[in-house]
């Protein structure tokens, strides 16, 4: 990955990790505020669970603590990295700011944010930050398993 996509890349997931944040914050303003598009839906939601709505065993607060430690851990990741310019850096960088974003809805409001509700995946319900952590976590395993 050359400097330029690099810097990219990092811009990209930062305005996106940025773009979940106001989202949330809109959402939390305006709970009752909905719009419907073609493929989802804008609605508020809080989520006390875990991921994908799974019951968590741990406190909202416990799992913000693991989730930047996760975030840590990641961010630590690229540090390290003696090739910090690499599509694995760039994955551990968007989990760590998707991480880093839904932990501090854990810590502060008791759940995760969430806002857009996809109808067609049995009323899924998510935000901007799962979607990095997903892509990312998607992209790590991918890359780990090129290298067999």
Known sequence: MT????WLS??????????DR??????????TFSFDAVLFSWQYSLNQQLALSLPGL?????????????????LYYVWQKRHPQSFLAA???ALALGA???????LFRGGVIDYLTF?????????LADILITLACVGIVWKLGARD
Request: net charge positive; aromatic share 12%.
């Open 91 to 93: 994955c551990a960088f």
């Open 100 to 106: 880093a974003s839904n932990s501090f809805d854990r």
């Open 3 to 6: 400097a330029r996509w690099w």
């Open 22 to 31: 106001l989202a949330k914050l809109l959402s939390l303003q305006h709970q």
């Open 58 to 74: 741990l406190s909202a607060q416990w799992w913000g603590i693991i989730g930047l430690l996760v975030a840590a851990g990641a």
């Open 119 to 127: 109808s067609w995946l049995n009323g899924l319900t998510l935000n």
């Open 10 to 19: 990092l811009s990209g997931i930062g305005l996106i990790a940025l773009a």
